[in-house]
């Protein structure tokens, strides 16, 4: 089985207590299935309702495929300026 | 001359204009985000920023886009920094130049509203007391919107 790297920022990687997570990946798999994956993580159940997933540097839909070649990041609410 | 960059280093916000300016353009917006000494009524020492690089150089080219596409601004230099700021630093620097005024005016206004929105950057504040918080823009507006 393939598997893909879940990149953590801030708050989130703070709450997972890692910077990335290695998560299983099988055929179909989408932005949705992927967080419910994640949320069963140890320190997952902090995280919101519906935190938004960056897919190859863009935000994504929640119905989106993931591909084990993708870059896929959490983004904890941003904060710049 | 367009360009965004993250950066560590100083902002120098004189150099930004200097890109910038050029005898075709009558008018050069400049805005200038710094780092504030209370927030949320908590008093702030230092502020720690982070970022996810290479989405956060996306976004932010994106983000030239279609500033460029709304307000016909190609004259346009972002500079946002990271890393640990103190009070007054430079956060985040933005110059447009344009042949009039409102275009550069509206160019600035609208990069720093979308930085605030989409480009992957977070701030952890240091407060008076020794503690640390994430700030978190989504969780104060709903809070004010009680």
Do not use: D, E, R
């Given at each position: 089985m393939s598997t893909v790297t879940v990149q953590l920022f801030a708050s989130y990687a703070e709450l997972l207590g890692a910077p990335t997570v290695e998560l299983p990946l099988t055929p179909g798999t989408t932005v949705q299935d992927l967080l419910y994956r994640i949320r069963?993580?140890?320190?997952?159940?902090?995280?919101?309702s519906a935190p938004r997933v960056a897919v190859n540097r863009s935000f994504a839909a929640s119905d989106q495929l993931i591909e084990p070649s993708d870059e896929i990041a959490l983004i904890p609410p941003v904060a710049g300026g | 001359m367009r360009r965004a960059s993250v950066i560590t280093r100083e902002i120098d916000p004189a150099s930004l204009i200097n890109e910038v300016g050029?005898?075709?353009?009558g008018a050069i917006s400049l805005f200038i985000g710094t780092v504030r000494e209370v927030n949320d009524g908590r008093s702030v020492t230092a502020i720690e920023y982070s970022v996810y690089k290479s989405m956060a150089d996306a976004e932010l080219e994106r983000i030239l886009d279609e500033a460029e596409e709304r307000f016909?601004?190609?004259?346009l230099v972002v500079e946002h920094r990271i890393g640990l700021l103190g009070l007054g630093d430079v956060s985040v620097a933005i110059a447009a130049a344009h042949a009039h005024r409102a275009p550069a005016l509206d160019c600035t206004r609208y990069v720093i509203e979308e930085i605030k929105k989409r480009v992957p950057i977070w701030k952890k504040e240091h407060y008076v007391d020794g503690t640390r918080e994430w700030v978190d823009p989504t969780r104060t507006a709903q809070a004010s919107s009680v």
């Open positions: 069963s993580l140890p320190g997952a159940s902090a995280l919101p | 050029s005898p075709q353009y016909g601004v190609s004259a």
